[in-house]
């Protein structure tokens, strides 16, 4: 059953939680299956060197289209506390701006990368034999990026509409149309690489096609002409708090860039291929906690902006149990089962050799992120950019880059993989200092108190 928006500040959490987070839940994991689906045909049906070419490609891409991601949390925030402060033509101005923002960033960040295509898979870590199968994927897919951008934008008002089901969908969708297509462009017709950017290409486009027509049909969120035009105001609030996620993906985008080069020099192609499987099944395997995360945004930016604390403190403490108890269990499935894991992907041994341990120690502190992927993402739903800022780049940003750029002086390969846990309990402790601060201070105040 869909949730309105005016359910968001009513129902009672728990079961509002479950009923945001289940679908969001769902939906990343049918795009993480997808992902893992598709290194999986292309690590079999290509090569192992295939999985290194994806690694390199796939965060240019996703760095470009997470502008629309970036600009659908930001401004899905600031609808969402529109929505609670019932103000619905500020809702429908910000979804118009995001549309137009979207559309137009993307376009010229994509014809950016259409001509300086080489450079940036050099600046990746496309080397050696990672170079070639690099190229063949990057081309066809970077026409993609704006239809991906849109999508990404669109899935996040879909949610903060209080329609998870309706975002799960826009997410099946394009795994459904991908890993199809996979079957046919690399199995059947041996298209190999340019076949793998084909199968993704026409997905995001098939996402994009949804997501549009959930717009014109099923929304709540009508839009007229009238509506598209630019606002300085909101465009600023809506860029203000965009800003933490695109820095985010920004950030990932240079460790991804640091993380390349050094696993080349101290392990060769490989390694960039065990990083890969490991990358994909980071997605795959904390799926229901990121589902929760996203369950989490739209409650919390609502009751916030309706000024009820107490049901924000109560989706903060019951947000991080539950996804803290998920990835307890993941962290054992992991621990138990690394090496059949990892023969599903491939089956070059020195990659099988050197993965299982290194999925160990990249996982060893997955238990404790729940505090701080939770604590990060309430900052951004209630409209603290800085905080949010801080936080959400703490983890890759003050944390993992430099441990990455220093450990594998000391500890070669080792000293990458076990920069992750350190990363995590470091992050995790900042994030939890400032929660509990915020708790006892901002939400301790009655529902009638001001901001």
Known sequence: MAVSSEELGTQDIKKLLVKQAVPASIGILFLSVNILIDT??????????????????????????????????????????????????????????QIMMTFALSTVFCLLGIFFSEEMLLLFGAKGAIIQPATEFFKPIILSVPFLALCMMGNNIIRAEGKPKFAMIAMIVPAFFNIALDIVFIKVMNLGMTGAAYATSISYFMCFVFVLWFFLFKSEIKLKAVHFKFNYDILKEISTLSFVTFSRQGVIAILSIILNHT??????????????????????????????????????????GARNYDRVKESIGISIKYAALLASIIFILILLFATPIVTIFTDDQTVLDETPNALRWVFAASPIIAVQLIGSAYFQAVGKARKALLLTLSKQGFFLIPLVLILPNFFGIFGVWVAFPISDVLSTLLTAFFLKREMNTTLIQSTDGLL
Request: glycine share 16%; net charge positive.
């Open 263 to 304: 696993l080349y020099t101290y392990g060769g192609e490989h390694s960039i291929t065990v990083y890969g499987i490991i990358s994909r099944m980071l997605m795959f395997a904390l799926f229901p906690i990121l589902g929760i995360t996203q369950g989490f945004l739209p409650i919390a930016g609502y009751n916030y």
């Open 40 to 97: 999986i045909f292309v690590g079999q049906w290509i090569g192992s060197l295939a999985i290194a070419a994806v690694t390199v490609v796939l965060p240019i891409t996703f760095l470009i289209s997470s502008l629309g991601m970036a600009i659908g949390v930001g401004g899905g925030s600031v609808l969402s506390r529109a929505l609670g402060a019932k103000d619905h033509g500020k809702a429908k101005s910000t979804f118009a701006n």
